[in-house]
């Protein structure tokens, strides 16, 4: 299980589980309006050809505090989802899972990454904008309560 943040053995990153599920539920609703559902999640874990559902642990204990999902199609990477538990956000969970997503896909040949994220989530632009994310376009009311546009985000990987 390889450490998440560097120099902080407390963290480590390894892919999603039946199991975390609870966990997994508790910070999608923690954290969504419209939280994904149970059965969307056993989903990305069973649909192992192109999805990978990741989650971060702390020990002691093997807490989940952190996940992801992404899609992996030839070379063409979408972030579906992330999220970091409220009393872990601000750590760098979220940005060092997204350097994980961004290198794991960099060593399967993928060429470009997008996802799409509120206008309003500033957290998340930051970290974004600071991997080298630029704004393509934005999707009109793409998210619901409440109401707001999106901004489509994209990488390119191969550089």
């Known amino acids: 299980m390889p450490t ?11 892919r999603m589980q039946e199991g975390d599920l609870p966990a997994v539920q508790a910070i999608e609703a923690l954290s969504f309006s419209n939280p994904w559902s149970d059965n969307t999640f056993r989903g990305e874990i069973q649909n192992t050809s192109i999805s990978f559902p990741f989650v971060v642990v702390r020990r002691p204990g093997d807490e989940v505090v952190a996940y992801i999902v992404f899609w ?6 979408q972030v579906n989802n992330i999220a970091v ?3 872990c956000r601000g750590l760098g969970i979220g940005e060092a899972l997204m350097r994980f997503a961004v290198a ?3 060593g399967q040949d ?3 990454m997008t996802l799409e994220v509120r206008q309003s989530n500033t957290a998340a632009l930051t970290i974004y904008k600071k991997l080298g994310f630029e704004l393509l376009g934005t999707r009109k009311n793409y998210y619901t309560k409440p109401d707001e546009d ?6 390119v990987l191969d550089q």
Do not use: M, T, W
């Open 4 to 14: 998440l943040i560097e120099g902080d053995s407390r963290y480590f990153i390894r």
């Open 72 to 77: 992996q199609i030839r070379d063409d990477v």
């Open 85 to 87: 538990r409220p009393d």
């Open 104 to 106: 794991k896909v960099r």
């Open 110 to 112: 993928a060429a470009f």
């Open 150 to 155: 999106a901004f489509v985000l994209g990488l």
